[in-house]
T-cell receptor, first 114, second 113 residues
Framework: GESVGLHLPTLSVQEGDNSIINCAYS??????FIWYKQESGKGPQFIID???NMDKRQGQRVTVLLNKTVKHLSLQIAATQPGDSAVYFC?????????????WGAGTKLIIKP | NAGVMQNPRHLVRRRGQEARLRCSPM?????VYWYRQLPEEGLKFMVY????????ESGMPKERFSAEFPKEGPSILRIQQVVRGDSAAYFC???????????FGSGTRLTVV
């Protein structure tokens, strides 16, 4: 789940519409998942996380869905705004108290059309 | 809490010079990660450190690159004899060791001329 030398896939959404960003994770033993948002010129920032014993978690305008059967994670953003334009990264953590490292997905660039 | 502090924000080096990138983790955070990012690309893991220990350096080139996280002071990523291909944004993230989320700094943008 680490991005190496690949240009980011892009998702274009009309302002006001809902966005769904998808992420396929690699390891069925992962027990924790997290989404980050990276705006241009800035470091990634935490959006929302979810543990493997949950299917869904909601935040402010964002919802994360976890489907462990197909190892799929999605981030839904309701009523997208121009400020939502950014690159979105998912990350997973392998099960185990001694595993602290996050394994990062490739990222998706979200473009909001006016 | 000032968050994760990286400096400098921008660094210009001539080919062959050394680049030193500093990262002060959040207060109470004992885990530090360094990532490299090229424009329009994802995050490439370089190294994971805890105080005075390198835990995983599998993403760091064996030559010219080194990292440390001393008992006192910031974590340092050092790049010796820089080449044009080292030009990138380098991000540091810290982690408490009890919560799994990372807190990222604003990055250092290295340009090699």
């Amino acid at each position: 789940g680490e991005s190496v030398g690949l240009h980011l896939p892009t998702l274009s959404v009309q302002e006001g519409d809902n966005s769904i960003i998808n992420c396929a994770y690699s390891n069925s033993a992962s027990d924790y998942f997290i989404w980050y948002k990276q705006e241009s010129g800035k470091g990634p920032q935490f959006i929302i996380d979810i543990r493997s014993n949950m299917d869904k978690r909601q935040g402010q305008r964002v919802t994360v869905l976890l489907n462990k059967t197909v190892k799929h994670l999605s981030l839904q953003i309701a009523a997208t705004q121009p400020g939502d334009s950014a690159v979105y990264f998912c990350a997973e953590k392998l099960d185990g108290d001694s595993n602290y490292q996050l394994i990062w997905g490739a990222g998706t660039k979200l473009i909001i059309k006016p | 809490n000032a968050g994760v502090m990286q400096n400098p924000r921008h660094l210009v080096r001539r080919r062959g010079q050394e680049a030193r990138l500093r990262c002060s983790p959040m207060k109470g955070h004992s885990h530090v990660y360094w990532y490299r990012q090229l424009p329009e690309e994802g995050l490439k893991f370089m190294v994971y450190l805890q105080k005075e220990n390198i835990i995983d350096e599998s993403g760091m080139p064996k030559e010219r690159f080194s990292a440390e996280f001393p008992k006192e002071g910031p974590s340092i990523l050092r790049i010796q004899q820089v080449v044009r291909g080292d030009s990138a944004a380098y991000f540091c993230a810290s982690q408490s060791g009890t919560d799994y989320g990372y807190t990222f700094g604003s990055g250092t943008r290295l340009t090699v001329v």
